[in-house]
């Protein structure tokens, strides 16, 4: 599990441009957003360095959450 912080994602239009991005490189990609957190959580067969820049191509900032 991946979980991004995407500090300019402010609304359902951002979650949905995300979820397709991130659904475009993996179909199977599970997704889960907060929104008031401005986190994504993404469970995907692809690497955190691919799923970060199918966010960042998308022009947002994006940094990923350790936990």
Same mark, same amino acid.
């Given at each position: &599990?991946?979980?991004?912080?995407?500090?300019? &994602? !402010? *609304?359902?239009? *951002?979650? =949905?441009?995300?979820?397709?991005? /991130?659904?475009?490189?993996?179909?199977?990609?599970?997704?889960? $957003?907060?929104?008031?957190? =401005?986190?994504?959580? $993404?469970? !995907? !067969?692809? !690497?955190?360095?691919?799923?970060?820049?199918?966010?960042?191509?998308?022009?947002?900032? /994006?940094?990923? /959450?350790?936990?």
């Amino acid at each position: &599990m991946t979980t991004l912080f995407v500090n300019s &994602m !402010s *609304c359902g239009s *951002c979650a =949905r441009h995300i979820t397709h991005a /991130v659904k475009t490189l993996d179909p199977d990609a599970q997704l889960t $957003i907060d929104l008031p957190a =401005r986190k994504v959580s $993404i469970a !995907s !067969s692809k !690497s955190t360095e691919e799923l970060v820049n199918a966010v960042k191509a998308l022009d947002y900032e /994006v940094s990923v /959450v350790e936990e």
